[in-house]
């Protein structure tokens, strides 16, 4: 079945620790997006690529990194992780932008 | 005023009735409003979009659009307790970016 993919799917890091989060998709979507959620939050955009076109949201703190090396895959790197940090990441890839956009099942990141 | 607002909820209904989430929007220009379901711990998951105003039904679920009054709605009928879940409302915005509401959290009981 065609889809989203992240990994790990639960990931600990230590304060300060780098972390790495990868997301994968079989849909051949031009568009993949990083979310942030926190709990009874909305969901934070934090970067978005449209092919290999990037976009980064005014207010995503320089901590957060990401990388497109092909069209399936996206990476989200947090050069090091605060307490703040810990959240839900979510993918969402879309065909093409402001249409709708499916969501992998999320990473839980906890920060010791 | 923030951008996409909805009520928090929780929203309580019995098994069997309808229920009604609300959603308002800021944007005059937004063109394309969608309904996610997020249980717990869980991703969001598209169960309805709409594009022009009027109703759309899908099976339980009718979405309601009035860009005049710049409000969406959605309609979940004969609730079941499976149904009891955060509902996010996303409106498109500037650069076609959506913008997601902080979510309704919805509970169906027995």
């Known amino acids: 079945d065609a889809m989203v993919i992240q990994n790990p799917r639960y990931q600990v890091t230590q304060f300060g620790k780098p972390v790495t989060l990868s997301c994968s998709q079989t849909?051949?979507?031009?568009?993949m997006y990083w979310y942030q959620q926190k709990s009874s939050q909305a969901p934070k955009l934090l970067f978005h690529?449209?092919?290999?076109?990037?976009?980064n949201e005014a207010d995503t703190p320089d901590n957060f990194q990401s990388r497109r090396p092909n069209t399936s895959f996206c990476f989200l790197d947090i050069r090091s992780p605060g307490l703040g940090d810990a959240a839900m990441y979510l993918c969402?890839?879309?065909?093409?932008?402001?249409?709708?956009?499916?969501f992998g099942p999320g990473t839980r990141l906890t920060v010791l | 005023q923030k951008e996409v607002e909805q009520n928090s909820g929780p929203l309580s209904v019995p098994e069997g009735a309808i229920a009604s989430l609300n959603c308002t929007y800021s944007d005059r220009g937004s063109q394309s409003f969608f309904w996610y379901r997020q249980y717990s711990g869980k991703s969001p998951e598209l169960i309805m979009f709409?594009?022009?105003?009027g109703d759309k039904e899908d099976g339980r679920f009718t979405a309601q659009l009035n860009k005049a009054s710049q409000y969406v709605s959605l309609l979940i009928r004969d609730s079941q307790p499976s149904d009891s879940a955060t509902y996010l409302c996303?409106?498109?915005?500037?650069?076609?970016?959506?913008?997601f509401g902080t979510g309704t959290r919805l509970q169906v009981f027995p």
């Open positions: 709409i594009y022009s105003n």
């Open positions: 996303a409106v498109n915005g500037v650069s076609d970016k959506l913008i």
């Open positions: 690529y449209y092919d290999k076109d990037f976009n």
């Open positions: 969402a890839t879309s065909r093409e932008a402001g249409l709708y956009e499916f």
């Open positions: 849909l051949n979507h031009n568009v």
